[in-house]
């Protein structure tokens, strides 16, 4: 009797433990580094010649100022002809007010410059690649840079999906530049998210960063679209990790950007297409879907549109960026690593003011 | 009815002689006569840690990135389990625990619990944590009153504390392992009714010493022990 007695209990104990469940979130990453994100050179980019009125107004706000001390007008193309547009002169004119008005406000500005065709949409890198291979070409778009970048700060040259085979050419192109403008005027360039070498991501290999170091003064690591073209975050705190040592391993002392993107994505078999954080908040509404949050914490939401094609989308809110800010505590990336905060206005408007209240 | 006595014993052959003297049912004996007598026990306790330690992650190895690491406590925690021990008892006062295991996993509700490893966003979920006591030897006091026994014991041992986690890689996650390992020094305060000349059972409460931190956890259960 009593061994039953001991059996029953001792199932009875056996069947209450591992009885557990999950109950609410508790968010300590970054914890193990202190309190708070490092303060860290920080650099928003706009997509454009001129901030809209919503972009302006973030860019005017005193949250935005205290987290962000430059500002990149994605604004430049580099030309088939060796011109460097926007080449009217009233649009000159508009992005030279511009450019005074936020160094007014207290911001560095550097001037953006893509090398996309005439669309600003299309990124041929094999075109681009031909480009740089002309000494002629080089040296019309380096004089053409330095008449537009006269209002700014300095340029920052974006390319993308770069032929391994345009190496040489790239690092030819980007010593003219320095050359031409520097010291008066910075020169930056954004560089693939490389975690290895030979690269892993498209693009990777045509930049010879031992090279390019020389003749630059920063270089943003644009760790965005992490996912691509698959579903998924726009960035891995990790993964981010992994290719700002990549890059710091190849650059030395030269100061480093790390990439955050504000807009997400959503993506079909369409293809990707950008969104903001109020399309994503939009489109849950609309479709009646709940987002939740994923394993880094971005949120996902997924719907199916009017003909009836399922879509993913990513993005994030304030609460999940600053999560990703927070897990690059000064052990893991040292604060003299600035961020990129890629695609103004496409934010969650909490954003900022969450930054500068994280921030010592 | 078995009579045994330290005298002519070598520390070499006391587990032989335990293990000879542990046939708990025929392990009556009259106390007033007892040296040296094995007893054992089985118990079903509850735990409450105060703060779950400070754990080490391994992620896997088919993880995008090779992480180790150490993670931040998730706090509080219950947990319910079962244990089992060994004893011997010297005259009528002194107790000593010898051996015992003990297994315990988390019950109820608990958070999850994200954190960073080197970049990396973790999570941690304690309400799969399961621990494992070997204890180890102590000493104690005890007093019997007709058929109540009191005793109040110390005793060592060591616990291992794991608890299940995953590394976020974009929107996939790697499963990890966090665990813990900590000296043990707790007290055993416990109150017993014998139910027969060998069998009693007791309610015991044992605030631990030292198990991951000072002051950090208290048990509490009951136990079903056998001996003198």
Known sequence: MKAIALLAGLAVTAAISGCGFSGETVDHVGQGDGAGIPARYGTVLSDGCTPDTWQASALASADMRRVVQEVVL???????????????????????????????????????????????????????????????????????????AQATDGVELVFHDLPPTARGDLSAFVKEVGAALRPSKKVGIFAPPSTQDPSDVPGGNAFDLPALSQYIDRLRVTTLDYADPQSGPTIDPGWAVDAVRFAQGRVGSLPIDVAVPLYGNDVSDLGTRNVSYFEALALAFDYRVAPSAGPTGALHLSYSDATGRPHDVWYDDAQSTVRTLRAWGPQVIPPSVGILYYGLGAEDPLLWPTLARAMP | MRR???????????????????????????????????????????????????????????????????????????LAGASGELTVAVDRHLVFPLFGFAFSAAVGGSPRVLSSIDGSIVEQRPWSTYMGDVLLPGVGYRVKEQRWMFSAVVRTGVTYAAMGASVASGADTAAASSSALSFLLRAELEACRRLDPVERVCFAISPSIYQFGFGNAVTAGLRWEFGP
């Open chain 2, 4 to 78: 045994v006595s330290m005298a002519g014993l070598s520390s070499a052959c006391l587990f032989s002689f335990l293990a000879l003297t542990f046939a708990w049912g025929e392990g009556r004996a009259e106390a007033r006569e007892t040296k040296l007598e094995l007893g054992g026990a089985f118990a079903g306790f509850g735990t409450y840690m105060r703060a779950m330690p400070t754990m080490t992650l391994t992620a896997p190895g088919d993880s995008p990135r090779s992480l180790r690491g150490a993670l931040p406590s998730t706090g509080h925690l219950t």
């Open chain 1, 74 to 148: 994605l604004c430049a193309t580099a030309r088939a002809s060796g011109d460097v547009g926007p080449v009217d002169g009233s649009a000159r004119t508009q992005f030279a007010q511009v450019a005074a008005g936020l160094q007014q406000k207290g911001y560095k500005v550097k001037l953006g410059v893509q090398f996309s065709d005439e669309t600003a949409e299309r990124y041929d890198g094999a075109l681009t690649a031909a480009q740089l291979a002309s000494p002629t070409w080089r040296l019309e778009v380096t004089a053409s840079l330095k008449q537009l």
